[in-house]
């Protein structure tokens, strides 16, 4: 007979085993143009027939200021860059002209925050799946990555941190 301790010790094992694996996967391909690192790069799977959808990651940069100027994916009717803005108490996705990329520094696309979003989607986005997106900056140029689709409750670390989001009386900027 098998203790509860060894089930749990075995359960934890075999979890901290996969995780690497697992990270390596859905985070372990980087992407280089000039100075900019872009890595882990991923959407979350759309709910239903949801028409809109978004991509995250991160962008470090190791050079001078450079902005993510546009982004392009055949996978959707339009692509924007947006971002969510406190306004009268209610949190609102707004497009954005650029995302910034500081010097030595790096942009964090996360939910809540900036993101590449996906409207008129032509399918749902399936957990599993992966499509590419080419992203422009304004100094770097153009490079193409690859966005691997996550299960929809998929949020990343911190995502809603310190956000207070009332969902009555949520705007989605007109994104249903």
Do not use: C
Not at 136 to 163: I, L, N, R, W
């Amino acid at each position: 007979m098998i203790s509860l301790r060894k089930t749990v010790l075995a359960a934890a094992a075999a979890m901290l085993l996969s995780t690497p694996a697992a990270l390596a996967d859905s985070h372990g391909k980087m992407t280089t143009v000039g100075d900019l690192t872009i890595k882990h790069v991923w959407a979350r799977a759309s709910a239903g027939m949801a028409r809109a959808g978004a991509a995250f990651m991160q962008i470090e940069n190791k050079g001078a200021e450079d902005k993510l100027v546009s982004a392009s994916a055949d996978v959707s009717k339009v692509v924007e860059l947006h971002t969510h803005l406190m306004s009268d108490g209610v949190m609102r996705m707004r497009q954005v002209p650029n995302v910034p990329v500081p010097a030595g520094g790096k942009a964090e696309l996360k939910p809540g925050s900036y993101h590449v979003m996906f409207m008129g989607l032509k399918e749902p986005l399936k957990e599993g799946q992966k499509f590419p997106v080419t992203l422009t900056f304004e100094k770097a140029g153009s490079t193409t990555v690859q966005v691997t689709v996550k299960s929809a409750g998929s949020m990343g670390k911190d995502a809603m941190k310190g956000h207070k989001m009332p969902m009555k009386g949520h705007d989605m900027g007109g994104h249903k």
